[in-house]
């Protein structure tokens, strides 16, 4: 996985149920211009993956602000997802999505972005981060127990879009917008360290 960072994000085409229960392809290209987060999770109807699914379908709105598209996606195909989405919360379904459930049927996507668990035809638990110029910036992979926090991706993106736009500063660890950065050179670092 670690060999993708920095380099453009692999190609996908993949068929996809989007937040109007139609059905489309996507590919890489519907994204250019734009941050996009890509979250694998194992399968529909299971467990963790509805937690954060929803979490992260909840913060759309906020991914959009900054420039940010998410779609998430599984080896499911797009008729499970649709059966998903469409089934209530309170009965174990993700009730209507605010983002694309990509299906990766032919398993190319997840063999490609390296989280695809061969010999169960399932992907881990990863989140790819792509910046504007279609290039991977991050990359996180969960065994399947372990579920991901939208909070977390969004301040990612944020984090990423400020680096973008400031050349020369860096992000502490724990940064928030609004809070101080470091300069990303040996004598400008001091100032960040002056107030801890």
Same mark, same amino acid.
């Given at each position: 996985?670690?060999? *993708?960072?920095? @380099? ?17 392809? *996507?590919?890489?290209?519907?994204? @250019?211009? @734009?941050?996009?987060?890509? &979250? ?17 379908? %909840? ?11 998410? =779609? ?7 008729? =499970? ?19 694309? &459930? ?16 061969? %010999? %169960? ?10 910046? !504007?110029?279609?290039?991977? =910036? ?9 579920? !991901? ?14 680096? +973008? %736009?400031? +050349? ?14 470091? @300069?990303? +050179? ?11």
């Amino acid at each position: 996985m670690s060999h *993708l960072i920095g @380099k453009p994000a692999p190609r996908f085409e993949c068929p996809a149920l989007m937040p109007d229960f139609s059905f489309k392809t *996507l590919t890489n290209d519907d994204y @250019k211009g @734009k941050y996009l987060v890509i &979250m694998f999770y194992p399968m529909d109807y299971t467990f963790v993956c509805p937690t954060e699914i929803i979490r992260h379908s %909840e913060a759309v709105e906020s991914f959009k602000k900054e420039g940010a598209e998410i =779609v998430v996606a599984s080896t499911d195909s797009e008729y =499970v997802h649709l059966s998903w989405a469409a089934t209530p919360k309170k009965q174990g379904g993700l009730g209507a999505m605010k983002m694309p &459930m990509l299906a990766d049927r032919n398993l190319k996507m997840s063999k490609a972005f390296g989280c695809l668990i061969e %010999e %169960e035809g399932v992907a881990l638990r990863a989140t790819y981060i792509i910046n !504007r110029e279609g290039i991977i =910036v991050s990359a996180t992979i969960n065994n399947l127990p372990v579920g !991901r926090n939208a909070d977390e991706t969004l301040r990612l993106i944020q984090a990423f879009k400020y680096v +973008d %736009e400031h +050349d020369g500063e860096g992000i502490p660890c724990g940064w928030t917008p609004g809070e101080k950065t470091i @300069k990303t +050179d040996p004598e400008g670092k001091l100032e960040w360290f002056q107030d801890e």
